[in-house]
């Protein structure tokens, strides 16, 4: 099973950047769709962005459609999320994960049950 370990979260301002980081244990990283999720304090955890084992095909959650990048770097087993025009309502805890079976797709719509290996964290929080 991958193991991964996220990074890149901190304190900003509204309006600031912050890339994260997802760093995979192993070359089966690349057979698999990443997934970001988020979870504020008192609300359910919730899909943010996801990309494809190939890093053809992405997608978002509605609230940050062209402001977050979901990419990936499958020779250095690590996805990342870009994220802009960052807002207090952005605030949350910060996962990435794996689906659990290989060479299928993420969506938004996609069940948090059938996801596989999960990082432990990294918070973000965006002051106004």
């Known amino acids: 099973q991958v193991q991964l370990a996220e990074s890149g979260g901190g304190l900003v301002q509204a309006g600031g950047s912050l890339r994260l980081s997802c760093a995979a244990s192993?070359?089966?990283?690349?057979?698999?769709?990443m997934g970001w999720f988020r979870q504020a304090p008192g609300l359910e955890r919730e899909f943010v962005a996801a990309?494809?084992?190939?890093?053809?095909?992405?997608y978002y959650a509605d609230s940050v459609k062209g402001r977050f990048t979901i990419s990936r770097d499958n020779a250095n087993y690590v996805v990342y999320l870009q994220m802009n025009s960052l807002e207090p309502g952005d605030t949350a805890v910060y996962y990435c994960?794996?689906?659990?079976?290989?060479?299928?797709?993420?969506?938004?719509?996609?069940?948090?049950?059938?996801?596989?290996?999960w990082g432990q964290g990294t918070q973000v929080t965006v002051s106004s």
């Open positions: 990309i494809t084992w190939s890093g053809t095909s992405t």
């Open positions: 192993g070359r089966a990283f690349r057979s698999y769709s």
């Open positions: 994960a794996t689906h659990s079976r290989p060479y299928t797709t993420l969506l938004p719509t996609t069940t948090q049950g059938v996801l596989g290996s």
